[in-house]
């Protein structure tokens, strides 16, 4: 009988060990599945423009980033033309910035990113990994660092050019304790928290979202603040299934304390819009407050973080999913009504 016992949990032993060795095979080999994502170091380039042979470091970067280099001279910091006839021609405009600002801008930016590149192309590499898995004929776009400044044309955080090319700009990830934020954001504090490195892979996938709902068939027009709040909870919950390592505060944009205020206040808040109306306005300003960033959402205890509409929103796509159980590519074309009409969405008190 010992015998039978002894040999019964032998074997027990044996089969939870080899359900775990391949439970932790899979899900080791899902996390080291990276695609290989090489950041083209733009602003290290730049840094090495010589404007004592100013026609020489030209070609050289015109031969290398081609259009890439116009874009950024013309649109992306506002330095002038490249066209020598133009009356404002871009060459003293660069020649001063390359001798001022950049150099002093880029010491900064050596101590604080540089040496965390090939971790940010990991990071990249595996929102890349799952987002092929979900949009298979999706390919990686390629990546330019830049250096834009907050003076230029258009310092934005991370941005696309065609189809396939992302841009992002070093000085928006350097740290929230970087002396200069706190005279940039003076009266926007709460923006502050965003300039962090690890909202460089959410921004850039969120770049990517914006191109995959470019390329989807025109997408129902509903002007109510319901449909805009599920319309845009559709990001964040695309950010669950490409970046699931990532914190939700991260993806939203809060800090861990609104989240946890949010999550904590949930049944309030649904109570709110139910109470005031507002769930159906077609109020520009109404869909604005409730929906976009800011310090807090205007008619909400100060506690609150910004666009807690998106925020609830986010809350009926999961409680869509967990019945619905939809493809990412079918969930982001599904119909708002029909996402809330589905959804059951009911906070608990």
Known sequence: MSSYYSMFRISLYLSIMCAL??????????????????????????????????????????????DIYTFYIEKLMGLGSLDTKNSYYYRPHLSRFLSEEYPSIMDTLDQYITLNVSEIENDLGICYHHLSKHF????????????????????????????????????????????????????????IEWNQRDYLARNIMLVEYNLLREKQAAKEVH????????????EFYYLDKICPEMKDAIKIGYTEAQMKWCEENEYEIWAYFKENKVLYSTEVMVLKRMTEEGPTTPGMPSESPGMVGAWTGWQIIKAYQSGANKPLKELLAASPKEILKQSNYKPKK
Do not use: H
Request: hydrophobic share 35%; charged share 25%.
């Open 21 to 66: 060795i391949l439970f932790y095979s899979c899900d080791r080999a899902d996390r080291a599945v990276a695609v290989p994502i090489k950041i083209q170091r733009f602003d290290l380039d730049l840094k090495k423009f010589d404007t004592t042979n100013f026609e020489i470091s030209e070609k050289t970067m015109i031969q290398k980033y081609g």
């Open 136 to 191: 298979p004929e999706k390919k990686p776009s390629t990546i330019y660092s830049f250096f834009i400044s907050p003076n230029g044309a258009n310092p934005a955080a991370a941005f696309s050019y065609g189809q396939d090319t992302i841009g992002f700009n070093w000085f928006n990830y350097i740290g929230k304790t970087f002396s200069l934020y706190k005279t940039l954001y003076e009266g926007y504090s709460y923006m």
């Open 223 to 234: 002007s109510e603040l319901i449909y805009a709040m599920i319309e845009k909870g559709k």
